[in-house]
């Protein structure tokens, strides 16, 4: 069965940058595209930007462009989202989530989500 | 960027009866409206996918419509387990954008 298992919770510094992996299982990689999403406090939902897993091609949502970084280890299995330049605003709990295809934007499967908080 | 607002913020509800929650996008989104249930502590879970199609292993009390800008869930027979945030979602139009959430909660 598919899943998605993140990485742990991080405490980082304002300036600081901060990397969540997300290991798959249950599927090929390269067949389905990666989103990340992310979920400050009590709040909605707020997209990141995706990875087509299969050509190695990203998108950034404009408010993320130039601090987030999507990448992919295809012999390991894994998705990572980098964020830089932390704030605290930016404390979130971030999630993967895979693409039903290979850029449907239809979110079937997530992961379980990593806390990020951001204090000096 | 495609707004998306639902509402009621919050819905209270008795076990047994039907919950109706509502979607309306700032722009035509076709049929590519997403419904997603969160519940406390958990990650989203995709619920319909295109406006009214059951995703895997929901129940047929889950449903879904509408088109355009105006989308309705409807849950029926409420049971405790219904308890959760749920989520609009359009994936019409870059960025995909997600809507601000019911809560439903059981009296």
């Known amino acids: 069965q598919v899943q998605l298992v993140q990485s742990g919770a991080e405490v980082k510094k304002p300036g600081a940058s901060v990397t969540v992996s997300c290991k798959t299982s249950?599927?090929?990689?390269?067949?389905?595209?990666m989103h990340w999403v992310r979920q400050a406090p009590g709040q909605s939902l707020e997209y990141m930007g995706w990875i087509n897993a299969g050509k190695d091609i990203t998108k950034y949502s404009q408010k993320f462009q130039g601090r987030v970084t999507i990448t992919r280890d295809t012999s390991a299995s894994v998705v990572f989202m980098e964020l830089s330049s932390l704030r605290p605003e930016d404390s979130a709990v971030y999630y993967c989530?895979?693409?039903?295809?290979?850029?449907?934007?239809?979110?079937?499967?997530w992961g379980q989500g990593t806390l990020v908080t951001v204090s000096s | 960027e495609f707004v998306l607002t639902q509402s009621p913020a919050t819905l209270s509800v008795s076990p047994g009866e039907t919950a109706v929650l509502s979607c309306r996008a700032s722009?035509?989104?076709?049929?590519?409206l997403v419904w997603y249930q969160q519940r406390p502590g958990q990650a989203p879970r995709l619920l319909i996918y295109d406006a009214s199609h059951r995703a895997t292993g929901i129940p047929a009390r889950f449903s879904g419509s509408g088109s355009g800008t105006d989308f309705t869930l409807t849950i029926s027979s409420l049971e405790p387990e219904d308890s959760a945030v749920y989520y609009c979602?359009?994936?019409?139009?870059?960025?995909?954008?997600f809507g601000g959430g019911t809560k439903v909660e059981l009296k």
């Open positions: 979602q359009q994936r019409n139009s870059w960025p995909p954008t």
């Open positions: 722009q035509s989104v076709s049929s590519y």
């Open positions: 989530a895979r693409d039903g295809g290979l850029g449907s934007f239809l979110l079937d499967f």
């Open positions: 249950g599927y090929i990689l390269t067949k389905n595209a």
